[in-house]
């Protein structure tokens, strides 16, 4: 039979192949999306920058202590709740440092060369409770410097 100028077996078979065809690109995206569920996860988890020591204890910590950084690591896992950076080359602390980092509750940039933080740098640290930023060449700051530290308890300017 003809089907609209068509052979009906050949309408039939590029049906199936179609039908085929979409099942396997939906395996595929199964295998992607079970890749990014269970192992994506376990990959961002794992890393840890070069030149530091992350701990998955009772808290989720990274330390890079004398590890000659000029920038705050950008691969962080986004968990993170105590970060030491102190004894580093940083100069400035830019607003998206910590941005994604709102589960951050203690923060240690002591003994760096800081000139400067930019203002609402910590503004996703809502539940932030120790700061320290002594022996620095902080100048100046202002109240948006600290923006959204709504439970900071301790702040250390100590020179």
Do not use: W
């Not at 099942?23 to 595929?28: A, L």
């Not at 607003?95 to 994604?100: E, I, K, M, P």
């Not at 503004?123 to 409770?129: D, G, P, R, V």
């Amino acid at each position: 039979q003809k089907f609209k100028g068509h052979d009906k077996s050949e309408f039939t078979k590029n049906r199936l192949e179609l039908i085929n065809f979409s099942r396997k690109t939906e395996m595929k995206n199964n295998c992607i999306k079970a890749f990014l569920i269970f192992l994506l996860p376990c990959v961002v988890r794992t890393f840890c920058p070069h030149n530091c020591v992350c701990m998955e204890e009772e808290e989720l910590s990274v330390e890079c202590i004398r590890a000659n950084l000029e920038t705050i690591p950008i691969t962080l896992n986004p968990q993170i709740q105590i970060l030491k950076l102190n004894h580093n080359n940083f100069k400035e602390v830019g607003s998206a440092s910590f941005q994604f980092h709102p589960e951050l509750l203690q923060v240690d940039l002591a003994h760096n060369q800081l000139v400067g933080i930019q203002e609402k740098t910590f503004e996703a640290q809502k539940i932030l409770i120790k700061l320290n930023l002594s022996h620095n060449k902080l100048a100046h700051v202002n109240n948006s410097t600290f923006y959204g530290l709504e439970s900071l308890k301790v702040l250390d300017l100590s020179v």
